[in-house]
């Protein structure tokens, strides 16, 4: 059974810092890994999806790598923002989920101004 | 289009009664799931469909939920008999599934849930 883990599960940096948040999973057979933003209260927002065949993807200020032998990925949040505080949560489809996530139980980042 | 919608946003109710949760994706999205969230957690997989078809269903969906999709648009999601463990946010999603079955390359589409408050 696929677990994922995210470490921190909570994390403040001063804005304008770089950052980087963990996601580790126990089953390499995955299909592709996705980070999610979500506000509190609210649902859940695609920031990236990176397939099983590419090392990394970006978009903006964000920028998520994989590395699937060892069952890791990271997203990297550069200058980071007081808008950036939410709470971010990876998920991985394995290779027969149907589209089926299996998520982490998220970093709650808080960027202090 | 505007995404997918839920409703109700909030249901209080009393335990024992019956709740009923509604989702209507974006419209040309022919596989809807739904996740349910407890606080601090991540979401977890209840059921999905493709059109109208329920092709899974999680160990997490008791008898006393059930969910349809009747015409392969919305999808409703009761839960039966409620009880405090029920409390939870209940998230719907959609994609688009290419012809070849499997497409584990689209990004699901979330909506902003309907939060449940069992009495």
């Known amino acids: 059974k696929q677990e994922v883990t995210q470490i921190p599960a909570a994390l403040s940096v001063p804005e304008g810092e770089n950052l980087v948040l963990n996601c580790s999973f126990t089953?390499?057979?995955?299909?592709?890994l996705q980070w999610f933003r979500q506000d509190p209260g609210k649902g859940l927002t695609s920031l990236l999806l990176?397939?099983?065949?590419?090392r990394e993807q970006t978009s903006g200020r964000l920028n998520a790598s994989l590395d699937k032998s060892s069952g890791r990925s990271t997203l990297y949040i550069a200058a980071s923002q007081p808008g950036d505080s939410a709470t971010y949560l990876c998920a991985v489809v394995g290779w027969f989920g149907n589209e089926k996530l299996t998520f982490g139980t998220g970093t709650r980042l808080t960027i202090i101004p | 289009d505007t995404g997918v919608s839920q409703d109700p946003r909030h249901k209080i109710t009393k335990r024992g009664q019956n709740v009923t949760f509604r989702c209507d994706p974006i419209?040309?999205?022919?596989?809807l799931y739904w996740y349910r969230q407890t606080l601090g957690q991540g979401p977890e997989f209840l059921t999905y469909?493709?059109?109208?078809?329920?092709?899974?269903k999680s160990r997490l969906l008791s008898d006393r939920f059930s969910a349809e999709r009747p015409k392969g648009s919305f999808s409703t999601l009761e839960i039966q008999r409620t009880e405090q463990g029920d409390s939870a946010m209940y998230l719907c999603?959609?994609?688009?599934?290419?012809?070849?079955?499997?497409?584990?390359?689209?990004?699901?589409?979330f909506g902003a849930g309907s939060r449940l408050t069992v009495l």
């Open positions: 419209s040309e999205h022919n596989r």
């Open positions: 089953d390499s057979a995955i299909y592709n």
């Open positions: 469909f493709q059109n109208e078809a329920q092709l899974e």
């Open positions: 999603a959609s994609s688009l599934a290419g012809t070849g079955g499997f497409a584990g390359a689209n990004v699901l589409t």
């Open positions: 990176i397939q099983s065949s590419q």
